[in-house]
């Protein structure tokens, strides 16, 4: 007979992950922390999400946060099971919750062990599970989702560096924002953009020598931790640190007056919602978060999905768009089926998902030769894109040409935009003290972020989710306003055209352009 005093958690499933070998005893005593997503005391209005209104802080609190009689009930019913509620914030309806693992695999019926596994060419220890998870019948609706009792890593970084004997031409971010045409006489003052990363560091050292060789003030970088997650520097640029640089230098060098505020948080699908929801709330509120970090949608447990898509879904109502890279791996995005795959979290129709381009140009003059879809074949790397298997097709897409999917169904396209992202035609960096070129998607949403926060100085406004705006004179095999159209070659499963298509989106920015655009007067 079932125990009818406990409930299924929705969504939680979690399937084995690939070549893990068993490492030793779980340490039940050892104490942990999770974190649990509550229900909205009211559902988000889709004209706040999608519409340019947007809510403060408070209101949004008040209004679609957490009920404080819910975050009562989830404290007195896990407390009696001998767990401990360390916080509960009801704008962001997150609540941390800790014990130890022996006790928080009983209360929520979690199958625990421990396990070792290659990830990012080294091999890392983590409590494993699988099957779905139970929580106490009181908080059957109350409790949507239960992170952190499994903390294998989810993500991967969206960068790649050049082999040494690979670059054509390279560029600084200032000599991409002219070939791009960011807006004159902006350079991001009066904004903040977050970045999440999920490992890796920066140093002041590294960040003032790479500006004053650009010949720009060195901008303003926080460090925020999160979960216990730390900036902390690796001396390894093929990996964190690689990425982390290249977002903040990114950032710096395209929009130097913006405040950047990074968020370090462990790579689990905990540590990433925690420090996602940390950003989107902050105070000031940023105008962008940048995100390039990602997985392919199945890799994702339904219940981290469903909590992710809801933050970014907060952003809108706040005014903060959220830029993600879309993928290195093609349109099979490093699945191993033969089919094609999209990337989460750029797939979720909140996001603006960033694609990839091989472009090829004068850095003086800022005279584009060509610009093609980045496919450097099974180890260059390759622009992901495609049609999303869990999402469906947003009504601001529907009259872009966005094909149906490998499926059979009408799913979210990705990406929306796109940039450089060719490590053959990458990204002049600083990382660890030497100089490196780099490309990725991972490049292409901080690029956008600094954008946005250039076209804000200039606009005076917030954009939220700015698919509307970008998507609103989109249509099939026509450019849309604010664009550079990029018309030539694959990600493999998909082949760029005239107008929307599932490699580099509605294209490349032309950022004067996007302004008119963006402060619709266009």
């Not at 070998?21 to 559902?43: E, F, K």
């Not at 969206?158 to 040494?164: L, Q, W």
Request: charged share 15%; net charge negative; proline share 7%.
């Amino acid at each position: 007979m079932p125990d009818e005093s406990f409930v299924t958690v929705p969504g939680s499933r979690r399937y084995a992950t690939a070549d893990t070998t068993p490492s030793g005893p779980l340490d039940t005593a050892a104490r942990v922390q999770i974190t649990l997503v509550l229900r909205r005391r009211a559902d988000l209005p889709g004209d706040l999400v999608e519409g340019p209104s947007i809510v403060s802080r408070a209101e949004f609190a008040d209004r679609y946060g957490a009920a404080p009689a819910d975050i009562d009930l989830v404290t007195r019913v896990l407390t009696a099971h001998g767990l401990t509620v360390d916080s509960a914030d009801a704008r962001t309806r997150l609540v941390k919750v800790s014990g130890p693992v022996g006790t928080l695999a009983d209360v929520f019926g979690a199958q625990l062990t421990q396990v070792s596994a290659p990830y990012g060419g080294r091999t890392v220890e983590y409590r494993h599970r699988e099957g779905e998870l139970r929580m106490p019948a009181e908080l059957a609706d109350v409790v949507l989702a239960v992170l952190g009792l499994d903390d294998r890593p989810q993500a991967r970084t969206r960068h790649r560096v050049a082999a040494a004997a690979a670059g054509q031409v390279s560029y600084t971010p200032p000599q991409l924002g002219a070939i791009y045409k960011f807006p004159d006489g902006t350079d991001g003052t009066g904004q903040t953009v977050a970045i999440i990363e999920l490992g890796g560091g920066f140093g002041q050292t590294d960040l003032d020598t790479y500006f004053r060789g650009l010949g720009i003030a060195t901008p303003t970088v926080t460090a925020v931790g999160v979960d216990g997650g730390k900036n902390v520097p690796g001396g390894d640029p093929n990996g964190a640190d690689g990425e982390v640089l290249l977002d903040i230098e990114v950032v710096g060098g395209l929009a130097p007056g913006a405040h950047q505020t990074v968020y370090f948080a462990p790579n689990t699908d905990q540590g990433f919602l925690d420090a996602l929801s940390q950003a989107i709330h902050a105070d000031p509120s940023p105008i962008a978060v940048s995100i390039s970090w990602g997985a392919s949608e199945d890799s994702w447990s339904a219940q981290a999905r469903t909590s992710f898509d809801a933050v970014l879904s907060d952003a809108g109502a706040l005014g903060v768009t959220v830029t993600a890279a879309s993928g290195d791996n093609g349109s099979s995005d490093g699945a191993t089926d033969g089919k094609p795959h999209t990337d989460f979290p750029a797939s979720s129709p909140h996001v603006l998902a960033c694609g990839g381009t091989s472009l090829t140009a004068d850095p003086t003059t800022g005279t584009v030769t060509s610009e093609t879809v980045w496919n450097g074949g099974a180890q260059g790397g390759a622009t992901g894109g495609g049609i999303s298997d869990t999402f469906d097709q947003p009504t601001w897409q529907a009259n872009a040409g966005v094909p149906t999917g490998a499926g059979g169904g009408t799913g979210r396209g990705i990406p929306d935009v796109a940039a450089n992202a060719d490590p053959a035609t990458g990204y002049q960096v600083l990382v660890d003290g030497k100089s490196y070129v780099i490309g990725g998607t991972s490049a292409v949403a901080p690029l956008w972020a600094a954008l946005l926060a250039r076209i804000a100085q200039q606009t005076g406004k917030r954009f939220g989710q700015a698919q509307p705006a970008l998507y609103a004179k989109a249509a099939p095999g026509t450019a849309a306003p604010g664009f550079r159209d990029v018309v030539s070659g694959d990600n493999g499963d998909y082949q760029a055209g005239p107008g929307w298509d599932a490699c580099t989106g509605l294209g490349v920015p032309d950022g004067s352009a996007l302004g008119a655009v963006l402060g619709g007067s266009v």
